[in-house]
């Protein structure tokens, strides 16, 4: 399967660089040159992006033969540090330093208050992610800040919220491929929370903690839901983990060194034979080969991208 790979570089000269994978071989294609792209989404044919800033920006951009090109304004995202994005035609944008989600191009903003245990880290709200249902009608927002993951509907009215353990920080969050369990992947504490979905409420299930072997502080940080199993990523050891899902079940199966440093963002090609992980410390993106059984070898590393904090495909 051919396919394109999207790496976003924040830096002051960074960009997103394209590569495209032909016959399982990597080249690069261009650069898009940009000041501090965030995040972004890849949806019909276009890329929605975040830039950091005191005050954060979100633009659309499409294809063309010379890789993206802005299309339509740019917006503020009504706060600062922007660090995750979902959209159904609206834009929803999370504000990782202000504690907020706004709805873009709306401008509606909804600001948390509340703070954890964590002194260093938890000292006030701090949105991390916002998803949508596979419905897309509700929008789910994690706050590390608070140890809350809030339910809204599209028009950001609070609907619910649900608690993982005190200090453990939520950052991203994924469903299962039913849609009928909500994984979330804390930062603070290396650990996935799981949570049973109906309707407007959060069943809290359990909370499984990584296995570490490693003394020094780590954070996790993606988390992706494949088939029978999801993938999270833990900075400080620096290790890819993946976990076997079994009904609302996990079981841990595999550590594997990134190969990097500060593993931030990691993703599956489209066809699911591929892993893509961005290393920021280090400058660049190690590949590993995926096997049936899910299980990850290490294949090769692209170099030469500064700080690589998210990866998306076409």
């Known amino acids: 399967m051919d396919y394109k790979v999207l790496i976003a570089s924040c830096a002051k000269y960074g960009g997103i660089y394209t590569y495209e994978v032909k016959e399982d071989k990597i080249r ?27 005050m954060g920006t979100y633009a659309r951009y499409v ?3 010379d890789g993206l090109e802005r299309e339509g304004q740019i917006y503020e995202t009504k706060g600062d540090e922007p660090c995750h994005l979902d959209e159904n035609g609206d834009i929803f944008v999370v504000n990782y330093g202000s504690g907020n989600i706004v709805k873009l191009p709306e401008g509606k903003v909804v600001t948390h208050e509340g703070k954890g245990i964590n002194p260093a880290r ?13 419905q897309k009608d509700k929008i789910f927002v994690t706050d590390l800040g608070t140890d809350e993951i809030y339910v809204y509907d599209t028009f950001l009215n609070e609907l619910n919220k649900v608690k993982v353990p005190d200090g453990y920080g939520p950052r991203h969050l994924a469903f299962s491929e039913n849609g009928k369990i ?18 407007n409420d959060l069943k809290y299930i359990d909370t ?14 993606a988390i992706r839901v494949v088939k029978d199993g999801l993938y999270i990523a833990n900075r ?20 594997v060194d990134c190969r990097g440093n500060f593993p931030r963002d990691f993703d599956l090609s ?4 591929t892993l893509f992980c961005c290393n920021q410390f280090t400058s660049d993106v190690t590949v590993f080969t995926v096997n049936e059984d899910g299980t990850l070898v290490y294949s090769q590393t692209i170099t030469g991208i500064e700080n690589p904090l998210c990866v998306a495909f076409v």
Do not use: W
């Not at 909500?182 to 309707?199: A, Q, R, T």
């Not at 050891?237 to 595999?254: A, D, I, S, Y």
């Open 28 to 54: 690069p294609l261009t650069v898009n040159r940009m000041a501090f792209p965030m995040y972004m989404q890849v949806r019909e044919g276009g890329v929605h992006i975040i830039f950091n800033g005191k």
């Open 63 to 65: 294809f063309t033969k």
């Open 122 to 134: 938890q000292e006030s709200a701090h949105t991390h992610a916002c998803l949508l249902s596979p």
């Open 208 to 221: 499984m903690l990584c296995p570490l072997d490693y003394d020094g502080e780590n954070t996790a940080s």
């Open 182 to 199: 909500l994984y979330c992947v804390n930062e603070l504490i290396s650990s996935i929370s799981v949570f049973e979905v109906d309707g």
């Open 270 to 273: 489209p066809d699911g034979k």
């Open 236 to 255: 400080g050891e620096n290790t890819l983990n993946l976990f076997r899902t079994k009904g609302k079940n996990l079981e841990f199966v595999q550590k």
